[in-house]
């Protein structure tokens, strides 16, 4: 495996529902992010893992909850979800300190909310 | 509140050139992003700008005033390939490891025969 990727890439579940994406960069970088993607929608940031610290958008329900076991791994466990909670999740990486260090992103977890 | 303002749809003709126009009004800069879409794909890098003025890598180019708060991305001899959305994203907080971006809503550019 190479790159990011993300499991599953597909998931449809109900509101009582509880489930987890999994997300696993194989680029040694230090710093994982989890991104809401919604139609007509800019990307939007959920969490931030680095080594310093983890960072979260202070709007995002508590239904989500991010978990980072290790520089490699992130998982996003969900419970109670609403149907606007449907949207494509990513998963990125980025290594280094510099500003130019780029994200890279997996292919994205669609998510429907019944 | 962080805004960042880029058209919602282009259209060109396959062989043209192409500007992508990007306008941002953001509490903290730490550089310019633009990233590619296809359809049902993930976002892969495209360029990035923290000075002003033109980079240039290939057909793609991009612009960055900060005193104005707006870039550009220059698609040159466009190929249907080129079919997709580009999104721009604006550095906000550039702290030890973590990168915090903050994107527009993206341009749904369509390359036409």
């Known amino acids: 495996e190479t790159g990011v990727t993300q499991t599953p890439r597909h998931l449809v579940m109900g509101m009582t529902n509880k489930k987890s994406l999994k997300c696993e960069q194989h680029?040694?970088?230090?710093?994982m992010y989890w991104y809401k993607q919604s139609a007509k929608k800019p990307l939007e940031l959920m969490f931030v893992?680095?080594?310093?610290?983890?960072?979260e958008n202070n709007s995002v329900p508590s239904r989500f909850s991010p978990e980072c076991p290790n520089s490699s791994h992130l998982f996003l466990h969900l419970h109670t979800l609403q149907p606007e909670d449907s949207a494509l999740y990513l998963c990125?990486?980025?290594?280094?300190?510099?500003?130019?260090?780029?994200?890279?992103f997996g292919p994205g977890t669609r998510l429907t909310v019944l | 509140g962080q805004n960042i303002d880029q058209p919602t749809e282009m259209t060109a003709t396959e062989g043209a050139i192409v500007q992508i126009n990007c306008t941002y009004q953001?509490?903290?800069?730490?550089?310019l992003f633009w990233y590619q879409q296809h359809a049902g794909e993930a976002p892969t890098f495209l360029s990035y700008?923290?000075?002003?003025g033109l980079e240039e890598k290939g057909r793609f180019s991009s612009f960055l005033s900060r005193s104005k708060g707006y870039s550009y991305l220059l698609l040159k001899e466009l190929q249907m390939k080129d079919s997709a959305s580009y999104l721009c994203?604006?550095?906000?907080?550039?702290?030890?490891?973590?990168?915090?971006?903050?994107f527009g809503s993206g341009t749904q550019l369509t390359v036409l025969p």
């Open positions: 990125a990486s980025s290594q280094g300190t510099s500003g130019r260090s780029e994200q890279f």
């Open positions: 680029l040694g970088h230090n710093a």
């Open positions: 893992y680095s080594l310093e610290e983890r960072v």
């Open positions: 953001t509490s903290g800069f730490n550089g």
């Open positions: 700008n923290v000075l002003d």
């Open positions: 994203a604006v550095l906000l907080i550039s702290s030890g490891s973590a990168r915090q971006l903050t």
